[in-house]
């Protein structure tokens, strides 16, 4: 074998894959709504087969009961396109519209009645999906967090991430009720989403379950019955004095 035989033996692999991989980045695929001469309609994205279930997003319950922001005005699309067709805009608005939501712009009340047949439908449903790390109380501490996964706010003392981020202190005992429906529909920083696990209906019960997990763990004491308050100002009384 001449030298030169050796070095095309050497080199013949390399030409092979080069060009194979030139065939691979030159793939004959699609991008969304590209043009297309193959079809008749010309258009690249075909239309769904009839009968088509939609997986994410797919809710068969009523539109209403998705909504967790006060009216249309609200919705991220709008905002965007409000700062681009606006740009002089008061500074202290688009700063705000480009924080994101405030407290009073998510819905305080579930557009579902909830009975003691809805917040046992959210305790079973967070018990299931949300424990694991979030916890059966909601402080934080579930098993996955035991192994090493990022930990969670906890829900009776911490104040909120997403507000914070947004440059508002709000305790997560204060946040909307439409906030929680918005973490668990869209998940927050290191937490996933659970859409597609979650349907709408069961997104407020579990919502309003946290709300009940965050009134057994922090209730002002006027606002229980006089025994009670008594009962547990009896209870207080001794270990204050031993201070
Ligand atoms: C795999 C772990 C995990 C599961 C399961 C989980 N979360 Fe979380 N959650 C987190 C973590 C981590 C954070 C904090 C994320 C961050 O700070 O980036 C968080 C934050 C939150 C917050 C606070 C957001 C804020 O503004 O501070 C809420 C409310 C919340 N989760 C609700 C839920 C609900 C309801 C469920 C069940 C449907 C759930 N989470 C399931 C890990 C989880």
Redesign the pocket.
Known sequence: MTRCMRLSVFLLPCLLTTACQQDMARQPAYRPLERSEFFADGRASRPLVEGTVPWRGRTGSEPALTVYRRGPEYADAIRAAALIANPTMDPLVTLSLLLGPGTADYVDVPPIPIDKAALERGRDR?NI??S???DALGTGNGK?VERG?????NYHLDY????ERRGQKVL?RQVPIGY?YE??TRG?????D?ASQ?PPEDRWK?AAY?RVLQRSQWVPLKDLPAEERERIRAELTPREEHK
Do not use: A, D, E, T
Not at 188 to 192: A, D, I, N, S
């Open positions: 967070f999906y949300c694991v790390c979030h996955i996964y990022l930990q969670p706010p909120s991430r997403g507000f997560l929680f973490v668990i927050f920083g290191g937490m996933p659970y979650v579990i946290i």
